[in-house]
């Protein structure tokens, strides 16, 4: 297992970086269009996760879940936050307040507790463990809403 967690991190490490050179050809209103779709995803894998916790669990279905916002948030969507991306571009609208380019240490503090976070649900989800999963599931929406207090418009 833990050899199958290395390998898929350096792996997910790998594509950051080359999802990094990948976003800089990018337009704008891509980026913007990108990111949000990756925040939907996750969104979408939480609440099946959060589902699973207050109904029928069903340990295969959140570790997919799981894996999934693991895999999103090692991808390296802050190359997504390129210059221009920091207001509506033609018919792409953001939340992301101007404040977020403006402290990019924080936000990659924030950011790298968010990644640990959701790396941590991943491996507890891997051991089917409903209790453990529920902690874990809270540390990771405390990492992001530390984001979204500070870096997202309503």
């Not at 190359?79 to 936000?107: H, I, Q």
Request: proline share 2%; net charge negative; hydrophobic share 45%.
């Amino acid at each position: 297992m833990k050899q199958l967690l290395a390998s898929t991190a350096a792996g997910l490490m790998a594509l950051g970086l080359a999802s990094s050179a990948l976003a800089a050809d990018l337009s704008p209103e891509e980026q913007i269009e990108i990111r949000q779709a990756g925040y939907e995803f996750m969104g979408w894998n939480m609440g099946k996760i959060k589902a699973n916790l207050e109904g029928n669990y069903n340990a295969a279905q959140v570790e997919s879940a799981a894996n999934a916002i693991a895999a999103i948030a090692n991808s390296g969507m802050g190359a997504l936050y390129g210059p221009g991306t920091d207001k509506a571009v033609g018919d792409m609208k953001t939340r992301v307040k101007p404040e977020f380019f403006e402290n990019m240490d924080d936000v990659k503090k924030i950011a790298g507790e968010f990644v640990e976070a959701a790396n941590a649900l991943a491996e507890v989800a891997a051991e089917g463990e409903a209790e453990a999963v529920k902690a874990a599931f809270a540390d990771v929406g405390a990492a992001c809403k530390a984001c979204h207090q500070k870096y997202r418009a309503n």
